[in-house]
Protein backbone atom coordinates (compact mmCIF):
# COMPACT_ATOMS: atom_id res chain seq x y z
CA UNK A 1 0.00 0.00 0.00
CA UNK A 2 2.71 2.58 0.79
CA UNK A 3 4.44 1.83 -2.97
CA UNK A 4 0.79 3.73 -4.20
CA UNK A 5 1.39 6.63 -1.65
CA UNK A 6 4.86 7.48 -1.98
CA UNK A 7 7.53 6.48 -4.23
CA UNK A 8 10.12 4.87 -2.21
CA UNK A 9 12.91 1.84 -3.24
CA UNK A 10 11.41 0.01 -0.01
CA UNK A 11 8.69 -2.45 0.54
CA UNK A 12 5.90 -1.65 2.72
CA UNK A 13 8.14 -2.08 6.27
CA UNK A 14 11.05 -0.28 5.36
CA UNK A 15 8.73 2.32 3.83
CA UNK A 16 6.98 2.87 7.44
CA UNK A 17 10.13 3.11 9.03
CA UNK A 18 11.28 5.84 6.71
CA UNK A 19 8.76 7.89 7.40
CA UNK A 20 9.26 7.32 10.89
CA UNK A 21 12.30 8.23 10.89
CA UNK A 22 11.87 11.54 8.87
CA UNK A 23 9.01 12.43 11.65
CA UNK A 24 11.38 11.59 14.63
CA UNK A 25 14.97 11.93 13.49
CA UNK A 26 18.09 10.04 13.22
CA UNK A 27 17.90 6.33 14.14
CA UNK A 28 20.86 4.87 16.78
CA UNK A 29 20.12 1.75 16.57
CA UNK A 30 23.42 -1.01 15.54
CA UNK A 31 26.29 0.90 16.92
CA UNK A 32 27.81 -1.78 18.05
CA UNK A 33 27.76 -3.63 14.30
CA UNK A 34 31.23 -1.92 13.40
CA UNK A 35 34.17 -0.22 14.88
CA UNK A 36 34.60 4.06 14.67
CA UNK A 37 38.08 5.51 13.61
CA UNK A 38 38.72 9.29 14.27
CA UNK A 39 40.51 11.28 11.87
CA UNK A 40 43.87 11.24 10.70
CA UNK A 41 44.34 7.67 10.23
CA UNK A 42 47.32 5.66 8.89
CA UNK A 43 45.53 2.73 7.29
CA UNK A 44 48.77 1.08 6.00
CA UNK A 45 52.87 2.62 6.57
CA UNK A 46 55.37 2.54 3.95
CA UNK A 47 52.97 3.65 1.28
CA UNK A 48 54.64 6.02 -1.32
CA UNK A 49 51.69 8.47 -2.09
CA UNK A 50 51.14 9.14 -5.42
CA UNK A 51 47.98 10.79 -5.54
CA UNK A 52 45.29 12.57 -2.98
CA UNK A 53 41.55 11.73 -3.67
CA UNK A 54 38.85 13.92 -2.27
CA UNK A 55 35.83 12.09 -2.06
CA UNK A 56 31.89 14.22 -0.92
CA UNK A 57 28.23 12.23 -0.50
CA UNK A 58 25.16 13.05 -2.07
CA UNK A 59 24.56 16.44 -3.97
CA UNK A 60 21.35 17.21 -3.19
CA UNK A 61 19.25 20.02 -4.99
CA UNK A 62 19.46 23.80 -3.99
CA UNK A 63 16.51 24.62 -5.01
CA UNK A 64 17.25 27.82 -6.61
CA UNK A 65 19.90 28.61 -3.77
CA UNK A 66 23.25 29.60 -4.73
CA UNK A 67 26.63 27.41 -3.15
CA UNK A 68 29.68 27.82 -1.22
CA UNK A 69 32.35 26.23 0.26
CA UNK A 70 33.80 27.69 3.73
CA UNK A 71 36.92 29.17 3.76
CA UNK A 72 38.23 25.78 5.96
CA UNK A 73 36.36 23.35 3.64
CA UNK A 74 38.26 24.85 0.66
CA UNK A 75 41.45 24.30 2.44
CA UNK A 76 41.26 20.94 3.25
CA UNK A 77 40.37 19.27 -0.32
CA UNK A 78 42.07 21.85 -2.09
CA UNK A 79 45.58 19.99 -2.32
CA UNK A 80 43.67 16.93 -3.68
CA UNK A 81 44.25 15.99 -7.35
CA UNK A 82 40.51 14.22 -8.03
CA UNK A 83 37.22 14.66 -6.31
CA UNK A 84 34.47 12.11 -6.61
CA UNK A 85 31.10 12.72 -5.36
CA UNK A 86 27.38 11.45 -5.80
CA UNK A 87 25.19 13.77 -7.69
CA UNK A 88 21.63 12.79 -6.73
CA UNK A 89 19.36 14.06 -9.20
CA UNK A 90 18.43 15.27 -12.57
CA UNK A 91 19.16 18.66 -14.17
CA UNK A 92 15.73 19.72 -15.87
CA UNK A 93 12.53 22.08 -15.48
CA UNK A 94 10.31 18.74 -15.79
CA UNK A 95 7.80 18.62 -12.86
CA UNK A 96 6.61 15.60 -11.37
CA UNK A 97 3.77 13.64 -10.99
CA UNK A 98 1.32 14.26 -8.26
CA UNK A 99 0.46 11.62 -7.20
CA UNK A 100 1.99 8.73 -5.90
CA UNK A 101 3.75 11.67 -3.61
CA UNK A 102 7.03 11.78 -5.48
CA UNK A 103 10.52 13.00 -3.86
CA UNK A 104 11.78 13.42 -7.24
CA UNK A 105 14.98 14.97 -7.04
CA UNK A 106 15.20 18.09 -10.00
CA UNK A 107 18.66 20.29 -10.35
CA UNK A 108 18.42 23.62 -11.15
CA UNK A 109 21.62 24.41 -13.83
CA UNK A 110 23.39 26.66 -11.42
CA UNK A 111 24.42 23.89 -9.51
CA UNK A 112 27.02 23.39 -12.45
CA UNK A 113 28.24 26.73 -12.15
CA UNK A 114 28.38 26.48 -8.09
CA UNK A 115 30.18 22.90 -8.56
CA UNK A 116 32.51 24.11 -10.97
CA UNK A 117 33.65 27.15 -8.41
CA UNK A 118 34.46 24.02 -5.63
CA UNK A 119 36.57 22.09 -7.75
CA UNK A 120 38.14 22.02 -11.15
CA UNK A 121 35.56 20.25 -13.15
CA UNK A 122 38.11 18.12 -15.26
CA UNK A 123 39.55 16.96 -11.92
CA UNK A 124 35.82 16.19 -10.93
CA UNK A 125 34.27 12.38 -10.91
CA UNK A 126 30.70 12.47 -10.43
CA UNK A 127 28.29 9.17 -10.33
CA UNK A 128 24.89 9.06 -11.35
CA UNK A 129 24.36 5.79 -10.13
CA UNK A 130 21.45 5.90 -6.94
CA UNK A 131 18.09 5.55 -6.51
CA UNK A 132 16.95 9.15 -8.00
CA UNK A 133 18.54 7.56 -11.42
CA UNK A 134 15.27 7.49 -12.68
CA UNK A 135 13.15 10.19 -11.63
CA UNK A 136 12.27 11.49 -14.94
CA UNK A 137 12.19 9.65 -18.18
CA UNK A 138 15.86 8.58 -19.96
CA UNK A 139 15.39 11.89 -22.50
CA UNK A 140 15.68 13.85 -19.48
CA UNK A 141 18.54 11.56 -18.01
CA UNK A 142 20.73 11.52 -20.61
CA UNK A 143 20.04 15.55 -21.49
CA UNK A 144 21.62 16.40 -17.58
CA UNK A 145 24.46 13.91 -18.22
CA UNK A 146 24.94 15.82 -21.25
CA UNK A 147 24.91 19.22 -19.10
CA UNK A 148 27.01 17.91 -17.15
CA UNK A 149 30.07 16.60 -19.66
CA UNK A 150 29.71 20.15 -21.45
CA UNK A 151 30.90 21.81 -18.54
CA UNK A 152 33.80 19.37 -18.74
CA UNK A 153 32.73 17.43 -15.35
CA UNK A 154 33.36 13.56 -15.91
CA UNK A 155 30.10 11.81 -15.49
CA UNK A 156 29.52 7.79 -14.65
CA UNK A 157 27.53 5.58 -13.10
CA UNK A 158 24.71 4.04 -15.65
CA UNK A 159 24.89 1.08 -17.87
CA UNK A 160 27.23 2.89 -21.05
CA UNK A 161 28.79 3.67 -18.34
CA UNK A 162 29.78 1.83 -15.06
CA UNK A 163 33.00 3.21 -13.87
CA UNK A 164 35.85 6.24 -14.66
CA UNK A 165 39.09 5.70 -14.90
CA UNK A 166 40.37 8.57 -13.42
CA UNK A 167 43.96 7.62 -14.44
CA UNK A 168 45.78 4.48 -15.57
CA UNK A 169 46.46 3.64 -11.97
CA UNK A 170 42.65 4.90 -10.06
CA UNK A 171 39.46 3.47 -11.21
CA UNK A 172 36.21 4.15 -9.67
CA UNK A 173 33.04 1.82 -9.91
CA UNK A 174 29.41 2.62 -9.40
CA UNK A 175 26.55 0.12 -8.24
CA UNK A 176 23.57 1.01 -6.49
CA UNK A 177 20.90 -1.39 -4.34
CA UNK A 178 17.85 0.71 -4.47
CA UNK A 179 16.12 3.00 -7.18
CA UNK A 180 12.90 4.64 -6.96
CA UNK A 181 11.37 3.90 -9.87
CA UNK A 182 11.77 0.67 -12.61
CA UNK A 183 14.84 2.42 -15.24
CA UNK A 184 16.71 0.63 -17.63
CA UNK A 185 19.89 2.51 -17.14
CA UNK A 186 20.71 1.63 -12.98
CA UNK A 187 23.47 -0.11 -12.28
CA UNK A 188 23.08 -2.85 -9.93
CA UNK A 189 25.53 -2.73 -6.95
CA UNK A 190 25.71 -6.70 -7.85
CA UNK A 191 27.50 -5.88 -11.09
CA UNK A 192 30.39 -4.14 -9.77
CA UNK A 193 33.01 -6.62 -9.29
CA UNK A 194 33.10 -7.29 -12.74
CA UNK A 195 34.55 -3.67 -13.16
CA UNK A 196 37.52 -3.82 -11.65
CA UNK A 197 40.62 -3.28 -12.96
CA UNK A 198 44.13 -5.08 -12.48
CA UNK A 199 47.03 -3.56 -11.42
CA UNK A 200 45.06 -0.50 -10.33
CA UNK A 201 43.56 1.05 -7.01
CA UNK A 202 40.29 0.44 -7.06
CA UNK A 203 37.40 2.69 -5.70
CA UNK A 204 33.71 1.10 -5.22
CA UNK A 205 31.19 4.32 -4.85
CA UNK A 206 28.09 2.31 -4.02
CA UNK A 207 24.60 3.74 -3.12
CA UNK A 208 23.34 1.39 -0.39
CA UNK A 209 22.00 1.25 3.07
CA UNK A 210 19.04 2.46 4.76
CA UNK A 211 17.96 6.37 5.21
CA UNK A 212 18.70 8.42 8.35
CA UNK A 213 20.46 5.54 10.76
CA UNK A 214 23.52 6.32 11.95
CA UNK A 215 25.21 2.84 11.53
CA UNK A 216 24.65 0.43 9.16
CA UNK A 217 22.49 -2.39 9.87
CA UNK A 218 24.78 -6.44 10.12
CA UNK A 219 23.72 -7.03 6.88
CA UNK A 220 25.29 -3.91 5.36
CA UNK A 221 28.63 -4.32 7.13
CA UNK A 222 28.49 -7.70 6.15
CA UNK A 223 27.80 -6.56 2.25
CA UNK A 224 30.62 -3.82 2.63
CA UNK A 225 33.12 -6.21 3.79
CA UNK A 226 32.29 -8.49 0.67
CA UNK A 227 32.95 -5.68 -1.80
CA UNK A 228 36.31 -4.99 0.29
CA UNK A 229 37.60 -8.30 -0.27
CA UNK A 230 37.41 -7.66 -3.98
CA UNK A 231 37.60 -3.77 -4.17
CA UNK A 232 40.87 -1.63 -2.45
CA UNK A 233 37.93 0.80 -0.72
CA UNK A 234 34.76 1.00 -0.13
CA UNK A 235 33.08 4.59 0.38
CA UNK A 236 29.44 4.27 0.29
CA UNK A 237 26.42 7.02 0.32
CA UNK A 238 22.27 6.85 0.86
CA UNK A 239 21.59 7.15 4.50
CA UNK A 240 21.88 10.49 4.23
CA UNK A 241 23.56 11.14 7.20
CA UNK A 242 27.46 10.38 8.16
CA UNK A 243 27.86 6.13 9.65
CA UNK A 244 31.28 5.23 10.48
CA UNK A 245 34.82 5.28 8.69
CA UNK A 246 36.65 1.75 9.49
CA UNK A 247 39.50 -0.06 8.43
CA UNK A 248 39.03 -3.80 7.08
CA UNK A 249 42.04 -6.05 7.04
CA UNK A 250 42.75 -8.28 4.15
CA UNK A 251 45.63 -10.56 3.47
CA UNK A 252 47.73 -8.37 2.31
CA UNK A 253 46.46 -4.68 3.40
CA UNK A 254 44.34 -2.79 5.60
CA UNK A 255 41.34 -1.32 3.14
CA UNK A 256 38.62 1.83 3.61
CA UNK A 257 35.11 1.16 4.08
CA UNK A 258 33.09 4.93 5.02
CA UNK A 259 29.59 3.48 5.08
CA UNK A 260 28.17 6.89 4.28
CA UNK A 261 29.50 9.85 3.21
CA UNK A 262 25.71 11.24 4.30
CA UNK A 263 24.82 14.88 2.62
CA UNK A 264 27.24 17.19 0.96
CA UNK A 265 24.70 19.68 -0.21
CA UNK A 266 20.71 20.23 0.43
CA UNK A 267 18.65 23.06 0.90
CA UNK A 268 16.23 21.76 2.53
CA UNK A 269 16.71 23.47 6.00
CA UNK A 270 15.89 20.04 8.14
CA UNK A 271 18.26 19.09 10.87
CA UNK A 272 18.42 15.09 9.56
CA UNK A 273 19.22 16.45 5.88
CA UNK A 274 22.16 19.30 6.32
CA UNK A 275 25.01 16.76 7.79
CA UNK A 276 27.94 15.39 5.41
CA UNK A 277 31.82 13.99 5.73
CA UNK A 278 34.17 14.87 3.30
CA UNK A 279 36.75 12.17 2.84
CA UNK A 280 40.83 12.74 1.44
CA UNK A 281 42.79 9.82 0.96
CA UNK A 282 46.27 9.45 0.00
CA UNK A 283 46.58 6.08 -2.48
CA UNK A 284 49.96 4.77 -3.42
CA UNK A 285 52.00 1.74 -3.59
CA UNK A 286 53.96 -0.20 -1.20
CA UNK A 287 57.50 -1.51 -1.17
CA UNK A 288 56.20 -4.35 -3.82
CA UNK A 289 54.21 -1.74 -6.40
CA UNK A 290 50.65 -2.91 -4.69
CA UNK A 291 48.22 0.33 -5.16
CA UNK A 292 46.68 1.04 -1.57
CA UNK A 293 45.54 3.83 0.64
CA UNK A 294 48.27 4.96 3.16
CA UNK A 295 46.47 8.03 5.27
CA UNK A 296 42.84 9.62 5.34
CA UNK A 297 41.53 12.38 6.89
CA UNK A 298 37.93 13.15 7.13
CA UNK A 299 35.39 16.42 8.57
CA UNK A 300 32.28 16.40 9.43
CA UNK A 301 30.07 18.93 7.76
CA UNK A 302 26.83 21.06 7.23
CA UNK A 303 25.11 23.23 4.65
CA UNK A 304 23.42 25.91 6.52
CA UNK A 305 22.57 29.15 4.57
CA UNK A 306 24.58 31.81 4.89
CA UNK A 307 22.97 34.39 3.18
CA UNK A 308 19.16 34.94 1.17
CA UNK A 309 19.46 32.72 -1.28
CA UNK A 310 22.63 31.14 -0.60
CA UNK A 311 24.10 28.52 1.45
CA UNK A 312 27.42 27.31 2.65
CA UNK A 313 28.72 24.15 3.65
CA UNK A 314 31.35 24.40 6.67
CA UNK A 315 33.51 21.71 8.60
CA UNK A 316 31.57 20.57 12.10
CA UNK A 317 34.09 19.21 14.96
CA UNK A 318 34.58 18.72 18.33
CA UNK A 319 31.42 19.24 21.03
CA UNK A 320 29.41 20.37 17.90
CA UNK A 321 29.94 17.64 16.33
CA UNK A 322 25.81 15.64 16.35
CA UNK A 323 27.27 12.16 15.47
CA UNK A 324 28.51 8.25 16.21
CA UNK A 325 28.66 9.48 20.47
CA UNK A 326 29.70 12.90 19.94
CA UNK A 327 33.41 11.74 20.08
CA UNK A 328 35.94 15.05 19.22
CA UNK A 329 37.98 14.92 15.86
CA UNK A 330 41.08 15.03 16.44
CA UNK A 331 43.48 16.77 13.84
Known amino acids: MMRYIAVTPYNARESLGWVM ?34 VIGDILPMRKNRLALDAQL ?23 ALWPIAFDQ ?13 FPPDKTYLSVSNNHTGDFKEEEFSSSVGIL ?54 ILFPHMGYELELYPRQEMAMLAKNMADSFDGVIANHPHCPQPVTSYQTGCCNRIIAYSLGDFCCSL ?8 LVIKMEIGQDLTGKWMIGKAWWRYTECVPSSRGHFSIRPVSGRDNPFIGKEPISE
Open 74 to 96: EEFIGDSDYLIGDFEGTITEKKS
Open 21 to 54: RNLTGFSGRNSGVVEQLTSPHIFNEQVARRYKVA
Open 106 to 118: RHDIAIVEDLARI
Open 149 to 202: KSAGFNVFGWDDAPYADINNDLRVVAGTMWSNRAFTEVLPIDKAKSRIKSGAYN
Open 269 to 276: RLKTMQYG
